[in-house]
């Protein structure tokens, strides 16, 4: 069990909001404004990241499995893909030194290895298989059990949402397309999240009682009770996810649909 503030997490996060700034601050010189809106976007994730990982809801997750779920999905679900959107290009490419963006752009193998690992098929498959793996019985209350597991454990939930999202909202380009193949995309990761939300909704016994035991009812709930919660909380978000990009990646489209036929009215 954990009661204190996570230097690391301090200072990621510290360190992130200063890269952000320094990458604005580099292209405000060169006279490129970034929108408020993708700004609000980044600092609402990493205002995320920082709830759930600094924040009362990480002392809380110590005694109902629904705190611990709700802040693996504040960081992992919600706040990763605002990240990603609040570092769409040109602010990706400004928020390191030239020097060692340099030294990042000369490794061809690393770019190679994290271009296959963002490919949809691989991606999916890897999402699915760090989420079950996690919430395997032994995986789960050994990370509780363990302060290096348990930031491994958060960490990796984080590199792995990062990965499956980053086809979709690809930070890489100044404006996102709207390739409809992107909302079948989206529903199958959230699928395996679905599910797992479902199995903790329909058991009828605590999934993890080694470490959490009776402790629900210090807050007023069954250890029943607080995993269906926390199921409750895994089903709704991602059914609230697949909607929103259901919507939104078919507004695109629309959009893209429009703009490519006002241009070859012009051209004609």
């Given at each position: 069990m954990f009661s204190s503030v996570d230097p690391g997490a301090v200072a990621v996060l510290a360190l992130s909001a200063g890269?952000?700034?320094y990458a604005l601050a580099r292209l405000r010189a060169r006279g490129v404004?970034?929108?408020r809106w993708q700004q609000l976007a980044?600092?609402?994730?990493l205002g995320c990241f920082a709830i759930a990982l600094i924040g009362p809801l990480d002392h809380l997750a110590e005694d109902l499995f629904s705190a611990h779920m709700g802040q693996?999905?504040?960081f992992a679900e919600v706040g990763a893909p605002l990240i990603l959107v609040g570092i769409r290009s040109p602010v990706l490419l400004f928020m390191l030194p030239p020097a060692a963006l340099k030294s990042l752009a000369r490794r061809r193998r690393l770019r190679a290895l994290l271009g296959f690992l963002s490919r949809p098929l691989v991606a999916i498959p890897l999402y699915v298989l760090v989420l079950y793996a996690w919430h395997l019985e032994f995986m789960f209350v050994g990370a509780l059990e363990s302060e290096p597991l348990h930031l491994l454990q958060h960490w990796s939930f984080i590199a792995i949402s990062l990965l499956v999202w980053w086809s979709a909202l690809e930070p890489n380009r100044r404006r996102m397309r709207g390739e409809l193949?992107?909302?079948g995309y989206i529903f199958g990761a959230r699928l395996g999240g679905m599910m797992l939300g479902m199995a903790f909704l329909v058991m009828r016994s605590p999934a993890?009682?080694?470490f959490y035991g009776q402790r629900a009812h210090e807050h007023g709930l069954t250890p029943v009770a607080d995993q269906q919660i926390g199921g409750g909380l895994m089903l709704t978000l991602d059914a609230i996810i697949v909607f929103a990009a259901l919507c939104?990646?078919?507004w695109r489209a629309s959009e893209d649909d429009l703009e490519a036929q006002r241009k070859a009215a012009a051209s004609g």
């Open positions: 890269l952000y700034l404004g970034i929108s980044w600092w609402t994730g693996h999905l504040l193949w992107k909302v993890y009682e080694a939104f990646f078919f």
